[in-house]
């Protein structure tokens, strides 16, 4: 059973803080790698991916991934209220021909 | 990022009719396609992958005859819930996948959803 594990949350932060996601996955295997961003009532809109060991930095989200540990990260930086949203990972694994998603992480900014 | 669209929106229907939705990526070819349905405050639920040319794959405990999906071409696929009915009530998303090498070409793009009521 391929899983992908997020702590449900929810995660509340303060207005401008750094907020931090986290999830784990179970496939060693897996080779890319997918943050989700969900507004209640909508789709899922992606965030980035990284496939690669180490932080890739987009704007104010950075993602982290250690394949050793089977550990990706988001951290979002200067958290605005409008950052709260569902967060989801995603998990690509048989050679990208499946993905999983996480259950998800709710975020509340306070503002 | 990649454009998926999903028609209709929103529909509700009588119990006992069928739903058509659609599922169309408009500025790239997507041989694969998922569709998912998500319950209020609850995760994606994968409940199949749309293949191109070929039959669907359902996923455990989705029944095919009643989730009838249909990938005529490189750009659409469409879903068909016959005869719905109340608890079929939910929010169906699709998305395509781009395929290739590199992690940026394994992305799913979702579309906006369809919210259905079935009454």
């Known amino acids: 059973q391929k899983e992908v594990e997020q702590n449900s949350g929810p995660l509340s932060v303060p207005e401008g803080a750094i907020a931090s996601l986290n999830c784990t996955y179970s496939?060693?295997?897996?080779?890319?790698f997918f943050w989700y961003r969900q507004y209640s009532g909508k789709s899922p809109e992606l965030i980035m991916f990284?496939?690669s060991n180490g932080d890739k930095e987009d704007g104010r989200f950075t993602a982290q991934l250690n394949k050793a540990s089977q550990y990706v990260s988001l951290l979002i930086r200067d958290s605005q209220p409008s950052d709260s949203a569902t967060y989801l990972c995603?998990?690509?694994w048989g050679g990208g021909f499946k993905t999983i998603f996480g259950a998800g992480t709710r975020l509340f900014v306070k503002a | 990022g990649a454009v998926v669209s999903q028609h209709p929106s929103r529909v509700i229907c009588k119990s006992g009719t069928s739903v058509k939705i659609e599922c169309r990526s408009l500025?790239?070819?997507?041989?694969?396609m998922f569709w998912y349905r998500q319950f209020p405050k609850q995760s994606l639920m994968l409940m199949a992958t749309?293949?191109?040319?070929?039959?669907?794959?359902?996923e455990q405990g989705v029944e095919k005859d009643k989730f009838l999906i249909n990938h005529a071409s490189l750009t659409l696929s469409t879903l068909t819930v016959t005869s719905a009915h109340p608890e079929d009530s939910s929010f169906y998303i699709c998305?395509?996948?781009?395929?290739?090498?590199?992690?940026?070409?394994?992305?799913?793009?979702f579309g906006p959803g369809t919210r259905l009521t079935v009454l």
């Open positions: 998305s395509a996948k781009l395929t290739g090498e590199g992690a940026s070409l394994d992305t799913q793009y």
């Open positions: 500025d790239f070819q997507a041989t694969t």
């Open positions: 749309s293949n191109e040319g070929s039959k669907a794959t359902y």
């Open positions: 496939d060693r295997g897996s080779q890319s």
């Open positions: 990284i496939y």
């Open positions: 995603a998990v690509n």
